[in-house]
């Protein structure tokens, strides 16, 4: 089992910052792809951006130049820098984890509330 902890969400104006943090805990080993999505009520659950444990990244096309995905994995913790923050980036931010070996599985965060005034 995995469980997974998201911090730094909160409101901002538009063309701020925020930096949100997902820390693994439980039994982390094996864990290869984290990542971040978000998801607005009454909305399906988007990709925001991945990262494996190798490093190699991926991002949606809304939020590519403004947002990097990083990861620290000896304290087995995926970041999410946001800049240049627009109010359609106010969504609730999951934090994903994809766990391989003999016990495999998906496991997401409570989520983050990120909020973008006008």
Request: aromatic fraction near 10%; charged fraction near 15%.
């Amino acid at each position: 089992q995995v469980q997974l902890v998201e911090s730094g969400g909160g409101l901002v104006q538009a063309g701020g910052s925020l930096r949100l943090s997902c820390a693994a805990s439980g039994r982390p080993s094996g864990i290869n792809t984290m990542a971040w999505y978000r998801q607005a009520p009454g909305n399906q659950r988007e990709m925001v951006a991945t990262i494996t444990s190798g490093g190699s990244t991926n991002y949606a096309n809304s939020v590519k130049g403004r947002f990097t995905i990083s990861r620290d994995n000896a304290k087995n913790t995926v970041y999410l820098q946001m800049n240049s923050l627009k109010p359609e980036d106010t969504n609730v931010y999951y934090c994903y984890a994809y766990k391989t070996g003999v016990v495999s599985g998906n496991y997401w965060g409570q989520g983050t509330q990120v909020t973008v005034s006008s």
